[in-house]
């Protein structure tokens, strides 16, 4: 069974960085892509990142080169570098293992002075 657990998330304030992860089993991660959304209440789920198995990246349009995904194979994770963060950026990230149609549990993100 697919797993995928995210941590990281947390209060902090405009301007300033965080990281999430997200750590992942029940799959051989490296042959896997596996991508982050968030999703404000009342809204859709919106895309943020990709991280194919080569480790490649693309991200949504409203990133503006302010994110950064990564992968380690070594630990079964996959990580989200947000920087200069915006109260826009609140929200409930998810991470997402697209071929298995698996998703975790998210982790809010909130963004306030």
């Known amino acids: 069974q697919v797993h995928l657990a995210e941590f990281g998330g947390g209060l902090v304030q405009p301007g300033r960085s965080l990281i999430l992860s997200c750590g992942v089993s029940g799959l051989t991660f490296r042959r896997e892509g596996f991508s982050w959304y968030r999703q404000v209440a009342g809204k859709e789920r919106e895309f943020v990142a990709h991280?194919?198995?080569?480790?490649?990246?693309n991200y949504g349009d409203f990133v503006k080169g302010r994110f950064s995904a990564f992968r380690d194979n070594d630990k079964n994770s996959v990580f989200l570098q947000m920087n200069n963060l915006s109260p826009d950026d609140t929200a409930v990230y998810y991470c997402n293992a697209p071929n298995r149609g698996a998703w975790g549990q998210g982790t809010q993100v909130t963004v306030s002075s």
């Open positions: 991280v194919a198995r080569g480790g490649t990246t």
